[in-house]
């Protein structure tokens, strides 16, 4: 597969070798750990008929969501909950999955077989990589782990490495298999976070509703037994803290909350989070003691003067 980088910058350089040193195996579990203030607001508006997807946070207490719409990148305050658009979009893009990484640089799900890095300070486009072939495939949701940044397929049975630090070239297409079986016509691979040793990726599988722990050496998928609950069905955006594992259930407007085993083998469901202002949220991020969810509102008609936001619960 193929990478093309429109504008590379000496910060994508600089960058790329500062995520090279610091690389850390602690994707997912959030290092944006400073409690928000009891006055900081849990929801907030996002631009009417933005379609938002994917959220990430940054080390400053910014969140950046993504838009189905035309791929704009959208960053909120959350002291404030004032908002800017870093990115504009354009005809044809879209961003779903997004993931900050240490050295500012922001990883973003396009959907129709891309991948994209952004500088997460000023919205610019630095690389895209073309992961797949842009029918047949979605790609949907990214992770960090060592030096690469991961992407799910949901309708193809890959997982695709990009190189971290906004560098091109070297991608890495990762064949499912083991307990693997991709169903047709429906979404499979989803939400992705790195297991709690760092040494594997967790992966919920929307339909019909379970988790793997996947070797990204081998690509071998291995199911997760789930206690207290059957399924994770309509699973999305996962979040991963110590051995607490949250999964995002989109039109079950919910989070279920799983206690994993030592290796990620087995999952018990400890709670689930329900609030009413969810309204099919897709994917979570965590700042201190809240996570962050925006509401895609799959069920409401889409149109320009569509109202969006994104909400916050205390864990």
Do not use: C
Not at 11 to 20: F, P, T
Not at 25 to 53: K, M, N, Y
Not at 224 to 250: A, K, M
């Amino acid at each position: 597969m193929s990478s093309t980088h429109p504008r590379p910058t000496r910060r994508a350089v600089l960058g790329g070798a500062a995520a090279l040193a610091a690389l850390t195996v602690t994707a997912g579990t959030g290092t944006a750990v400073a409690t928000p203030h009891a006055t900081w607001p849990t929801e907030f508006p996002l631009p009417d008929g933005f379609l938002p997807e994917g959220i990430a946070m940054g080390h400053k207490p910014y969140a950046y969501m993504g838009s189905r719409a035309n791929g704009a990148i959208h960053r909120t305050d959350l002291r404030t909950g004032e908002g800017k658009t870093l990115f504009a979009g354009a005809t044809g893009l879209i961003s779903v999955g997004l993931k900050t990484d240490h050295d500012g640089l922001l990883y973003v799900a396009g959907n129709t077989g891309v991948a994209r890095v952004h500088d997460a300070r000023t919205g610019e486009l630095l690389v895209t990589h073309q992961l797949s072939e842009p029918t047949g495939h979605f790609i949907n949701d990214v992770t960090l782990l060592g030096d690469r940044a991961w992407f799910t397929d949901s309708r193809a049975a890959f997982l695709y490495g990009v190189p971290r630090g906004g560098r091109t070239g070297g991608i890495r297409t990762l064949p499912l298999t083991g307990d693997w079986v991709q169903l047709p016509d429906v979404n499979n691979g989803n939400g992705i976070v790195d297991t709690p040793d760092g040494r594997g990726l967790i992966v919920v599988k929307s339909t019909p509703g379970e988790l793997y722990r996947v070797n990204p050496g081998t690509g071998h998928a291995t199911r997760i037994t789930l206690v207290g609950q059957d399924t994770v069905v309509n699973g999305d955006g996962l979040w991963r803290i110590g051995r607490t594992l949250y999964v995002v259930q989109n039109r079950l407007n919910l989070i279920s909350v799983w206690d994993l085993d030592k290796a990620a083998t087995t999952a018990t469901l400890r709670r689930t989070v329900t609030d009413p202002r969810f309204d099919v949220p897709t994917t979570a991020a965590r700042f201190g003691d809240r996570l962050y969810l925006v509401n895609a509102r799959f069920t409401t008609p889409p149109t320009p003067q569509t109202t969006y936001n994104a909400v916050a619960v205390s864990i």
